[in-house]
């Protein structure tokens, strides 16, 4: 099979090649370069790379250089303090009861997304009212339904700035309205939970394989390989995944259907060109995977990746959409107590019960991933 071949390609594709760069292989993700982690590994295993590039002064020095800031004094403080914050809610949350997770959840993603805004974007978080980004939308009935589980988006905060330094870098006009139910399908972290909950496959298809290849001509792109069955299962055949799948689409070309190797091969219509070395290309291929919205769970056994179903053009990125879930979750629990009890007693009761812990070290992850140019995955 022409994936065990060296040099091997789909008919119809590009000769690409994996490559590495300083002696480190290049990957495919929302960083060049791959960190493993253990499944056994501890709290402060996971939480090492992020507090290690938080310190004087070699650390901030690399995140300067890698993300093109420049941190003055204030700017350190502020990421080191919510950083502790971040840490301190983040391991009170699995000693407590389902009920209240949600709120500590929130409040250890507000407080890492202020850590990746404050070293992508120093002044975005220098004002001292900076706002969480969203409210409630929520209109009671006489009887309870979780489809009036609503909120929308704020002029400006914290959802916002995330939303737009993420993903396809877009986020909704102010008032703009989503329900609780219409994301569930849309949450990697959630993959499973959702699937084996109601009956029905997730919005996120997923991924066999992404692989970024360098070709002749200083060229580079990505290839995506999507598993026949996955697609035959959801009836959609390889053409029309890319209208199905439309921010997919919109990048990518259909080259392959493999009869032998049971995947169909997708590859960026528009390969990237570099001058001389390979390193000039690492950030914007990271970011055109960003762009295609391949989502992943990073959590064990690592790197599993996901297509985005949508015939929408402009979506939020992952980070945001679990963001603004943990955010609706805690305000059930502190504002509606009853309500966060109504759930725990329905088909829904898995929001709280189990997808808060994986969001959070999703959440972790993908976080650490952004702030250190790194991509963490457990494996």
């Not at 905060?157 to 995330?162: E, H, I, Q, S, Y």
């Not at 309205?177 to 990697?188: D, I, K, T």
Request: net charge positive; with cysteine; aromatic share 10%.
């Amino acid at each position: 099979m022409y994936k065990r071949m060296t040099g091997g390609r789909p008919p119809n594709a590009r000769i690409g090649f994996p490559a590495s760069s300083a002696g480190r292989p290049i990957i495919a993700g929302l960083a060049p370069f791959e960190r493993r982690l253990s499944p056994r590994a501890t709290t402060s295993d996971l939480w090492s790379s992020v507090e290690t590039s938080l310190t004087e002064p070699h650390g901030f020095e690399r995140l300067e250089k890698r993300h093109g800031t420049k941190l003055d004094k204030q700017a350190r403080l502020r990421a080191r303090a919510f950083l502790n914050q971040a840490r301190q809610y983040y391991g009170a949350i699995a000693e407590i009861e389902p009920v209240a997770k949600p709120l500590l959840g929130y409040y250890f993603a507000l407080n890492l997304t202020k850590v990746f805004l404050t070293v992508s974007d120093p002044p975005s978080t220098s004002s001292g009212s900076l706002q969480h980004g969203l409210a409630q939308a929520y209109r009671p009935g006489v009887n309870y339904s979780f489809k009036r589980e609503r909120f929308k988006i704020q002029r400006r905060g914290v959802f916002r700035l995330l939303a737009e330094r993420t993903g396809m870098k877009h986020c909704w006009a102010a008032n703009y309205e989503m329900g609780l139910h219409e994301l569930m399908p849309y949450l990697p972290d959630a993959y499973s939970l959702y699937a084996d909950t109601y009956g029905q496959a997730p919005r996120l298809p997923p991924v066999e394989s992404v692989q970024l290849l360098f070709g002749s001509g200083k060229t580079a792109w990505l290839r995506v390989d999507v598993s026949r069955a996955v697609l035959q299962q959801r009836q959609i055949s390889a053409a029309r995944l890319l209208d199905q799948a439309r921010v997919f689409g919109s990048r990518f070309t259909f080259v392959h259907s493999g009869d032998d190797e049971g995947t169909n091969s997708y590859e960026l219509s528009t390969p990237v060109i570099y001058g001389q070395k390979r390193s000039e290309v690492l950030q914007i291929l990271s970011q055109t995977f960003d762009e295609c919205l391949l989502g992943c769970d990073r959590s064990f056994p690592g790197a599993r990746r996901f297509l985005v179903l949508s015939r929408q053009s402009q979506l939020l990125s992952h980070e945001a959409i679990t963001f603004a879930v943990l955010h609706h979750l805690s305000n059930v629990v502190r504002y509606r107590p009853g309500d966060a009890e109504r759930i725990l007693v329905s088909p829904h009761a898995w929001l709280l019960t189990s997808w808060v812990d994986r969001a959070v070290e999703g959440m972790l992850l993908n976080l650490a991933t952004r702030i250190t140019r790194e991509e963490h995955v457990l494996i």
